[in-house]
Structures are given as C-alpha cells and as structure tokens.
T-cell receptor, first 112, second 107 residues
Framework: NAGVTQTPKFQVLKTGQSMTLQCAQDMNHEYMSWYRQDPGMGLRLIHYSVGAGITDQGEVPNGYNVSRSTTEDFPLRLLSAAPSQTSVYFC???????????FGNGTRLTVT | KNEVEQSPQNLTAQEGEFITINCSYSVGISALHWLQQHPGGGIVSLFMLSSGKKKHGRLIATINIQEKHSSLHITASHPRDSAVYICAVYSNYQLIWGAGTKLIIKP
C-alpha cells in the first residue's frame, strides 16, 4: 500500500494562477481532509470529506475548492492564487473521525 | 483562548532524559491524538486515546478525561526523538489542533 500520496512536492505560482493539488489514498478510507501549515501556527483545516460525493468547509476554506468523486481521490483547487496562500499543504485520511490519521508528505507552495 | 493548549512550546533536553509534553483542552472530546512531525516535514500518528494510557516502545500517552488533560512521555530520550509533537482533539465531528511542542534532544 502506498498510503496517502500527494503531488506535487513543491510548486511556485504567480499571483492569479490556478492549480490543483492532488491527493490519493489506497486504504479505502472514508474521511479525507486538507490542511495548511504556516510557521508558528498549528494545522488549520481547509476542507474535508466524509465520503465520496460529500465535502464540507473547514476553518479556512476561502480561495480553495474541493471535490470527492471517488473514495480514493480528494483534489484541492486554488482558484486564483494569492501570496497569502503560500504555505505547506497536507492531505490526510482516516477510516472514521476517531481513528488514527494518515498524512501525505506535504506540498510546499509559494505564491509570488 | 485556544481550545487546545500545549506546553511547553519548546523543550531542549539531554539524551537520556525523561520527557513530558502536556496537552490541555477545554471542549468535550471523543478522542485525542498525538502526532509527530519530523524536521523533514512528514507527520506520523503516534497515539489515539479516549481513556487511560497507551504505550508504544519508549513512548507513553495518558489522558485524564475529567481534568481534560493528556500527557506524552518519552523515556530514555534520544536525538532521533527531536521533532514537533502535536496534540489534536476530536470534538463535534472535527479535529481541533494544538500548536505543537518543538523538542530538541542533544547528544
């Protein structure tokens, strides 16, 4: 099993560009989530999904879209990148809300 | 006030010392997670607790539901334990994250 796979590892965007961060898991987990991590701050939830076809907003959803058409994939879309979105992004999955989390290796995004 | 508070924020210790990291929370929870983030950035789940105590190797996690407090202990600490340790609580169907404790173990 590969676990949770995130791509790309690094990305540089110009302000206003759009892009999609990919996240895939092969553990048949129902729950998937996207976080951003900024220096000196804890992980902040962007969007989450409790199953295919179901998504909801987290603490900091503005500027991001998600969809969950399959159990395996949970892509995060930046619609019009802004410097404030410079961060490290983590995707995570777990079988249910109270079970152990599995994280991807992260995507370091810089917006200039 | 944050709903999940970790202390200390930073901790430097010598190899071999007994380490304690604390997590206090102010909300009702159904589970508490301890995770480890290494300098390379990867995040690994260490424990998930809803009561009592769990042990894995040199790591021990305890939780006191009445006092809304959890501790993560590391026995016989080693430089490879240097990492950020993160506490998160599962409350109202969402995870609430602490800011992390940065641990450095000197040889």
């Amino acid at each position: 099993n590969a676990g949770v796979t995130q791509t790309p590892k690094f990305q540089v965007l110009k302000t206003g560009q759009s892009m999609t961060l990919q996240c895939a898991q092969d553990m048949n987990h129902e729950y998937m989530s996207w976080y951003r991590q900024d220096p000196g701050m804890g992980l902040r939830l962007i969007h989450y999904s409790v199953g295919a076809g179901i998504t909801d907003q987290g603490e900091v959803p503005n500027g991001y879209n998600v969809s969950r058409s399959t159990t395996e994939d949970f892509p995060l879309r930046l619609l019009s990148a802004a410097p404030s979105q410079t961060s490290v992004y983590f995707c995570a999955s777990n079988p249910s809300g109270t079970s152990a989390l599995h994280f991807g290796n992260g995507t370091r995004l810089t917006v200039t | 006030k944050n709903e999940v508070e970790q202390s200390p924020q930073n901790l430097t210790a010598q190899e071999g010392e007994f380490i304690t990291i604390n997590c206090s929370y102010s909300v009702g929870i159904s589970a508490l997670h301890w995770l480890q983030q290494h300098p390379g950035g990867g995040i690994v789940s260490l424990f998930m607790l809803s009561s009592g105590k769990k042990k894995h190797g040199r790591l021990i996690a305890t939780i006191n539901i009445q006092e809304k407090h959890s501790s993560l202990h590391i026995t016989a600490s080693h430089p490879r334990d240097s990492a950020v340790y993160i506490c998160a609580v599962y409350s109202n169907y969402q995870l609430i994250w602490g800011a992390g404790t940065k641990l450095i173990i000197k040889p």
